[in-house]
């Protein structure tokens, strides 16, 4: 377990978590909906079940954590690596938090912590963030880390319907040193 704050804290996420993350995802998911597309992929216990085998194995084959974010010991969220590319050394962080936890600072402090960790403990040579253009808050993340916008993706992802452009920002490694002197 990670310690951020007080209140907050990381943990990988394990099988276990099933019904905890599906209960924290079905109670959410109108307000998750309008930015990621898999909500419609999750309808069972099982659903979710099988999404944390995979997380699990992408570990075990260093490709990268999943984490829970607990606040006050209870599943608030989850942030972690989509499949990291070994060869290049380059990862990608995706994060989504419950509708109450936002605001707060929450998911930059994590954000901040798995970039560090990304750089730190996997050695990774670039660090990735997309987000729809037009999710604004999302995007504030990256953009308070000292990433970079290097583009916009069009049409990137499907949004039940309707594709939408992602804002593609990323931190290199040599950045990170920079800043951490």
């Given at each position: 377990?990670?310690?951020?704050?007080?209140?907050?804290?990381?943990?990988?996420?394990?099988?276990?978590?099933?019904?905890?993350?599906?209960?924290?995802?079905?109670?959410?998911r109108e307000h998750?909906?309008?930015?990621?597309?898999?909500?419609?992929?999750?309808?069972?216990?099982?659903?979710?079940?099988?999404?944390?085998?995979?997380?699990?194995?992408?570990?075990?084959?260093?490709?990268?954590?999943?984490?829970?974010?607990?606040?006050?010991?209870?599943?608030?969220?989850?942030?972690?690596?989509?499949?990291?590319?070994?060869?290049?050394?380059?990862?990608?962080?995706?994060?989504?938090?419950?509708?109450?936890?936002?605001?707060?600072?929450?998911?930059?402090?994590?954000?901040?912590?798995?970039?560090?960790?990304?750089?730190?403990?996997?050695?990774?040579?670039?660090?990735?963030?997309?987000?729809?253009?037009?999710?604004?808050?999302?995007?504030?993340?990256?953009?308070r880390l000292g990433?970079?916008?290097?583009?916009?993706?069009?049409a990137r992802e499907?949004?039940?319907?309707?594709?939408?452009?992602?804002?593609?920002?990323?931190?290199?490694?040599?950045?990170?040193?920079?800043?951490?002197?």
């Open positions: 377990m990670f310690v951020i704050d007080p209140s907050t804290s990381l943990r990988v996420l394990h099988e276990d978590d099933a019904r905890e993350l599906f209960l924290l995802t079905d109670d959410n998750l909906r309008r930015w990621l597309p898999w909500l419609d992929v999750v309808t069972r216990e099982a659903d979710t079940r099988a999404y944390l085998k995979a997380t699990l194995k992408q570990r075990k084959e260093g490709r990268g954590p999943v984490f829970g974010i607990l606040y006050d010991g209870a599943l608030a969220g989850v942030i972690g690596f989509l499949p990291i590319d070994r060869v290049n050394r380059a990862g990608e962080i995706g994060y989504w938090l419950a509708r109450e936890r936002q605001g707060h600072g929450t998911m930059t402090l994590c954000c901040d912590f798995v970039v560090r960790y990304g750089f730190l403990t996997l050695d990774l040579n670039r660090v990735q963030i997309a987000a729809a253009t037009e999710n604004i808050q999302s995007r504030a993340i990256p953009e990433f970079k916008l290097e583009g916009i993706m069009r499907n949004l039940y319907g309707r594709f939408v452009d992602h804002a593609v920002y990323a931190l290199l490694r040599t950045e990170f040193d920079a800043a951490q002197k």
